[in-house]
């Protein structure tokens, strides 16, 4: 009798593990594929769809990195400051190397005013100083991605009052000073 109570008992057992390990299959199934989560995430922050962007590379690149915390000095997933994660976009999205502070990256850029800036460019901010003390990347529509001391790397709007009071200038990188980063 114990011997048919613990064979039925191990046969049971045997049967919810195996459906359990189908319903997790099933599961992950579900999950939609992670450059689709991607589109949506900036198609609903940016207003645009992601396909009718011209850089698709730098929507994924800063998708990885939203949330990650701001840290002075980071230059990993586990902490960034915003001239490490700008350093990082233009390494790895537009193979082009460029200084690691803002105020030296400032010295490698042509001054645009904000009207004139495209995505890809340099958002620059003095907050609460005279020398510029952050800088982000600008995707348009007035929407840059940048990691802020107090909120990681986040997506944020130019008009919004903080950001709108401390706005310095734009730039954009000078052919010159890549080539220059080249040649060392």
């Excluded at 004139?116 to 007035?142: A, P, Q």
């Amino acid at each position: 009798m114990n011997k048919k109570f613990l064979f039925s008992l191990l046969v049971v057992s045997c049967l919810t593990i195996s459906l359990m390990a189908q319903t997790k299959t099933k599961e992950t199934d579900k999950v939609e594929d992670p450059d689709n989560l991607a589109s949506q995430y900036f198609s609903q922050v940016m207003g645009v769809a992601v396909d009718a962007t011209s850089n698709l590379k730098l929507y994924k690149f800063i998708y990885e990195w939203i949330g990650t915390p701001y840290r002075f000095g980071g230059n990993t997933q586990k902490g960034i400051d915003c001239s490490a994660f700008t350093k990082a976009i233009y390494d790895k999205v537009f193979n082009t190397t460029i200084l690691r502070s803002s105020r030296d990256i400032f010295s490698m850029v042509n001054p645009l005013p904000k009207e004139e800036l495209k995505e890809g460019d340099l958002v620059f901010f003095k907050i609460k100083s005279r020398s510029i003390s952050h800088i982000g990347i600008y995707l348009g529509d007035n929407r840059f991605a940048h990691a802020s001391s107090s909120r990681g790397v986040v997506i944020s709007n130019l008009n919004e009052p903080y950001y709108s009071r401390y706005f310095y200038k734009g730039g954009r990188i000078l052919e010159s000073t890549k080539n220059d980063l080249v040649e060392e």
